[in-house]
DNA sequence: TCGCAAACTAGAACAGATTCTAATGAGTGT
DNA sequence: ACACTCATTAGAATCTGTTCTAGTTTGCGA
């Protein structure tokens, strides 16, 4: 009974990634202030938790002890748990978006602006190992919209095409970026099940970076 | 505890793909003959379960008793719903091999001729969509070894690099039909999630196609 | 200040995957 | 035929995600 979540919608246009937000849709909306803290105490504790024993350790009914709400209120700001998974990916998202904008890649090439983006996602990723499997995994089953490869493929398109974004691309490039995107999710797929190294991961990627990116 | 499995272990080498052999892994190895009937009923009653209600649909009481067996026996066989998923999954790919043996890609192009394989096994999911969602889905989020993307990859460098296999193949072109093999998997998978069409897939292969094989 | 609607809480209830138990069956070596 | 080992079975039990219920709290408008 996935379909019967009439509990509580989201609003129209997000201001962030993929919010579930906890408010009647339309009018006043003001009850906002706490309830801010008390989502971001959510997703720090479902945070920690994934970090420790991946998504099985990130029990719901664990998350909501650890933020101290009720599981009832758990579940009325992110509907399922792959919800709230989402919600910690797009903090991890907003802090590589934010580590790019600090320290830009400065390659000459847009290929390897590109692979450098993709590696430091990589290595932010590989820190918290747990973290990052329990995220890639429950993203790539998740029935949610997960903004997902689409941010990853406007940041690309960003450091790649010289601050190009997703709107002012076209069709070709963003196919490009796209698919540079879903041969990084895969590798790192493949690293979390221990099938490939750093190097080797860094080696898949200049490649196809170098084919797909040659002329962007 | 998944750790905790040391009810049977798998054979050192596999005939087949993924196999979950329910029989002592040293010596003797007789009682084959009821044991391959039983596995094949349950991948079989697995199988026409995930085709209608996909993933939801196929649970292990149901196919445990439409395959005839005891709920243990069948986790005997397949010590999780994933390594089901996979068995699953194996069977599909046979599929395809035989389909691509029958009537081989003739395309000029290596691109072309894995284009074509590519567009084949879409086409051939998207008749079962539940079963492509189910077994898609659940192969990204196994644990287990999952032989998927490495089969594909194989599958593509033997039809565009005209017969080369895994083994022969050097390193990049083993990259670049892996990264193919990435690209076409993530679509599929936007395409179960509704947000890409075929054509949208074909165009995206296309173009990935022609950049990383165009030497191969 | 009063009263309401929505949010929150504690905890029970439900569902499906996985594990465990005790008993039975089947094949093998003697 | 007998004893032994391992496979199988039926079913209970456990674990975790999700839903539901009843009661309490909170913020706001009248």
New binding site residues.
């Given amino acids: ?2 379909s ?2 009439a509990t ?1 919608a989201a609003p129209p246009s997000d201001s962030e990634g993929t919010m579930e937000n ?3 849709p339309g009018g ?1 909306s ?2 906002t ?3 801010h803290q ?1 989502r971001k105490r959510i997703v720090q504790a479902a945070a920690a938790l994934a970090s420790r024993g991946g ?2 350790a ?5 998350v909501a002890e650890r933020a ?10 992110f ?4 919800d709230l998974v989402v919600a910690v990916v797009g903090e991890e998202l907003d802090l590589l978006e934010s580590s790019i904008e600090r320290r830009p890649p400065s390659a000459a090439t847009p290929a390897s602006r590109a692979v450098d983006v993709l590696m430091r996602a990589t290595r932010g990723l590989m820190r918290e190992p747990e973290l990052a499997d329990a995220l890639i995994r429950s993203l790539i089953m998740a029935e949610v919209q997960t903004p997902f490869g689409d941010r990853m493929t406007g940041l690309l398109l960003r450091v790649s095409a010289d601050g190009l974004t997703l709107e002012e691309a076209g069709e070709e490039q963003i196919d490009l970026a796209g698919s540079l995107a879903s041969v990084w999710v895969q590798e790192l797929l493949e690293m979390l099940r221990g099938r490939r190294t750093y190097d080797q991961i860094q080696r898949r990627i200049e490649t196809a970076a170098a084919r797909l990116l040659s002329d962007i």
Same sequence: chains 1, 2.
């Fill in positions: 009974m996935r019967t979540q509580i906890p408010s009647a006043h003001v009850r202030r706490s309830q008390r998504v099985e990130m029990q719901m009914r664990t101290g709400v009720a599981l009832g209120t758990l579940y009325r700001y509907p399922s748990k792959m």
